[in-house]
């Protein structure tokens, strides 16, 4: 039972583009959403959050946005340069305070 | 600042043999600790975190183990492996009690069982 789900597995974009990245989540007492950066063969790294309070939270290129009725979130990458290829994992908060994880979307930029 | 170790970065091991993954955080203290795998072409599956010293709880049944001898060293284990155990295994902290919630990789083991 997947509750954070990453529906498209790849996404490509061309470079200077904004990049969408999409996640839903079926639990509704998820409250903190946090959006993650992995290169292969390395770990992956934090890029921004979101608590259920905001429906929107902007760090430089990165915004994410919350829709609570939805239970859906997205991440915009403006613009979108070539170092930002990646897979991008969505997560949230579980009850118990460990993270639950999306599979993951490859984004490609293309030059 | 905050660092995570992890090692071996690669291992290839024969299916039967053993497993000792070691993690390694410096510059905090009383760390949460965790293990992830990553399948090919999956997402991140959480094996085992740890609150404390000798603290395990585990997300999955298998045939791995956790320990946790000291506070900032995190031990993964198997006393045989399986060729359904290749994969790609990270280490993660987060801070006790944190309110971000934000956990810190470590570089990542590649894992072929053969």
């Known amino acids: 039972d997947q509750q954070v789900k990453q529906n498209s597995p790849s996404l490509s974009v061309q470079e200077g583009r904004i990049s969408i990245l999409n996640c839903d989540y079926t639990?509704?007492?998820?409250?903190?959403f946090l959006w993650y950066k992995k290169y292969p063969a390395e770990g992956p790294t934090f890029l921004i959050s979101?608590?259920?309070i905001k429906d929107k939270n902007e760090d430089g290129r990165f915004t994410v946005f919350l829709n609570k009725s939805a239970k859906h979130l997205s991440l915009h990458i403006v613009p979108s340069q070539p170092g930002d290829s990646a897979v991008y994992f969505c997560?949230?908060?579980?009850?118990?305070?460990?993270?639950?994880w999306g599979a993951g979307t490859k984004l490609i930029i293309k030059p | 600042s905050q660092t995570i170790h992890q090692w071996p970065a690669t291992l290839v091991q024969p299916v039967g043999s053993p497993l000792s993954l070691e993690c390694t955080v410096e510059g905090t203290s009383n760390p949460n600790l965790y293990w992830y795998r990553q399948a090919a072409g999956r997402g991140l599956q959480l094996l085992f975190y740890?609150?404390?010293?000798?603290?395990i709880s585990s997300e999955v049944p298998q045939n791995l183990s956790a320990s946790r001898p000291q506070d900032r060293q995190f031990i993964l284990s198997s006393k045989k492996l399986l060729l359904s155990d290749s994969g790609f295994y990270l280490c993660a902290w987060s801070v006790d009690g944190g309110s971000s919630y934000e956990q810190y990789f470590g570089p990542g083991t590649r894992l072929t069982v053969t």
């Open positions: 740890s609150v404390g010293i000798g603290q």
């Open positions: 979101i608590s259920s």
């Open positions: 997560a949230a908060i579980a009850s118990n305070y460990q993270l639950i």
């Open positions: 639990n509704s007492m998820f409250d903190y």
